[in-house]
């Protein structure tokens, strides 16, 4: 499955093919990663079914907007109506960007970022192409801005090759079975699709006040804990409508312990100005003061507070917890139970299958919505 779907009319092709060579060439994209054509299916599949399968896996849809791809009844409408990731919306032929009928044509719950007009402005240029169908060479008048500002777009969301960068170590890409963790997002693969269902959910929960955390489950040695810190957590990093704080661990010490507690997570962000001390001090007495200011130091558009969210990796370390750990762990489950209805804080954890019930109960215990 293609992790870029490009969606346009038959008679605008050209544009389709202008933009998939740029990424190729420019922006180092593999053709397979690029779906344009049905070309690219296997011969004797069913090809409007297969299409619609690959609209519907692709991380984000390249929608190219005009009057005949906003009609009803034309076929690319039908591929946006199959988008589940994020879309990307280009106009063409004059269409406006804010035109009523696109916002109406996205699925519900899909996410939108708009591009403006594609073939107009003061710095169109040749953008030439090599036809993914016949070979045919050929052009197209592209603004070079609204290209760049795709090509911006697609890295911010984390699904482009050149998105996360790998400096290369000692210990080259392959890390055996220790899991991958923060900046190693370029070597983590094959996960593309949960990743992105694992960010659309979590936009849905922060719509709603009823769910306070989502449970990555699978089996023990599955890849929880690659998939969140490698995955998923440098991609949330880069979304507009959420602030990751940090991923804690809970054994020895879930505030205080110098690399997985949440007093050193929080001393790594960049909006970080307090000593390791004094951090420690805010989050036992004034955890709610300490999170505001955090969360306005990250604003989104507007001025707006973005969800705050907090990773717990590997969970069902909680029901070994005892002692010093199990108190300090009690204390900060407290205190996320007692934040004000202005700070939105809701979780991510990685749990076991088998721990799954046990860990909901904590949280519920806690005094956590379900």
């Not at 199959?82 to 996205?106: F, Q, S, W």
């Not at 403006?116 to 603004?143: H, V």
Request: proline share 5%; net charge negative; aromatic share 8%.
């Amino acid at each position: 499955m293609a992790r870029l779907f490009i969606s346009y009319k038959r008679e605008e092709q050209d544009y389709a093919f202008a933009l998939r060579q740029w990424l190729i060439d420019a922006q180092g994209w593999d053709d397979r990663d690029i779906f344009v054509d049905r070309a690219h299916l296997k011969a004797g599949k069913i090809w409007a079914d297969m299409i619609f399968r690959e609209a519907e896996s692709a991380e984000a849809m390249l929608f190219l907007a005009s009057e005949a791809s906003l009609d009803p009844e034309s076929f690319c409408y039908r591929e946006l109506r199959h988008a589940k990731g994020t879309v990307i919306a280009v106009t063409l032929h004059g269409l406006a960007p804010n035109d009523a009928r696109l916002e109406r044509a996205l699925p519900y719950g899909t996410k939108a970022r708009q591009i403006a007009a594609l073939d107009a402005g003061p710095d169109l240029e040749p953008f030439r192409f090599t036809s993914p169908i016949d070979g045919a060479p050929g052009y197209k008048m592209l603004s070079k801005q609204q290209v760049e500002s795709i090509g911006g777009t697609l890295r911010d969301l984390g699904v482009a090759p050149n998105s996360f960068a790998w400096t290369p170590d000692a210990l080259g890409p392959f890390r055996g079975l220790e899991p991958l963790t923060e900046g190693q997002e370029a070597l983590f693969c094959g996960r593309a699709l949960e990743i992105r269902d694992g960010v659309k959910r979590l936009e849905e929960m922060a719509s709603r006040a009823t769910e306070q955390a989502l449970i990555i489950q699978a089996p023990s040695g599955a890849g929880k804990s690659s998939f969140l810190r490698a995955g998923l957590w440098g991609r949330l990093r880069r979304h507009g409508a959420f602030t990751p704080l940090c991923i804690i661990r809970t054994p020895f010490g879930a505030i205080s312990h110098p690399q997985w507690g949440l007093t050193a997570g929080l001393a790594a962000l960049p909006s970080a100005a307090h000593s390791h001390a004094a951090l420690e001090d805010r989050i036992e007495a004034d955890f709610a003061g300490l999170l505001a200011e955090i969360a306005d130091a990250d604003q989104g558009q507007g001025g707006k507070r973005r969800t705050l969210l907090l990773g717990l990796d590997q969970a069902e370390e909680i029901a070994a917890l005892e002692g010093d750990a199990k108190a300090e762990f009690e204390r900060l489950l407290t205190r996320i139970a007692a934040l004000p209805d202005e700070l939105d804080l809701r979780l991510v954890l990685t749990a076991r299958e088998d721990s799954v019930a046990a860990t909901r109960e904590t949280l519920i215990d806690a005094g956590l919505p379900d």
